[in-house]
Nanobody
Framework: QVQLVESGGGLAQAGGSLRLSCAAS????????MGWYRQAPGKQRDMVAT???????QYSDSVKGRFTISRDNAKNTVYLQMNSLKPEDTAVYYC???????????????WGKGTLVTVSS
């Protein structure tokens, strides 16, 4: 069992910055790919960024150049640095963990409960 707890959400102005944190506990391992997803009211939950244990990253086109995902394996924590925020970034941001071995998803996909990010114009 893996538990994920997000923090760092809040209110920011357009052009401002926020840093989200996701603390993982339980049976987390270096094989887990960590990610951030977001869901705005009335919309689907979309991938924002993912990062492997080795530090390989992937970003959605809408956040490339503005957001940076990172992880501290020693602390079992993943971060999302959000710069140049836009009103359309407003959403609940969720942390996700899934074990990936040889490119295959293994076992349970774990989700945090989310943290709300609101960007005013």
């Amino acid at each position: 069992q893996v538990q994920l707890v997000e923090s760092g959400g809040g209110l920011a102005q357009a052009g401002g910055s926020l840093r989200l944190s996701c603390a993982a506990s339980g049976s987390i391992s270096s094989d887990h790919v960590m990610g951030w997803y977001r869901q705005a009211p009335g919309k689907q939950r979309d991938m924002v960024a993912t990062i492997t244990s080795g530090g390989r990253t992937q970003y959605s086109d809408s956040v490339k150049g503005r957001f940076t995902i990172s992880r501290d394996n020693a602390k079992n924590t993943v971060y999302l640095q959000m710069n140049s925020l836009k009103p359309e970034d407003t959403a609940v941001y969720y942390c996700r963990a899934v074990r990936v071995v040889s490119g295959i998803l293994i076992g349970t996909i774990y989700w945090g409960k989310g943290t709300l990010v609101t960007v005013s114009s």
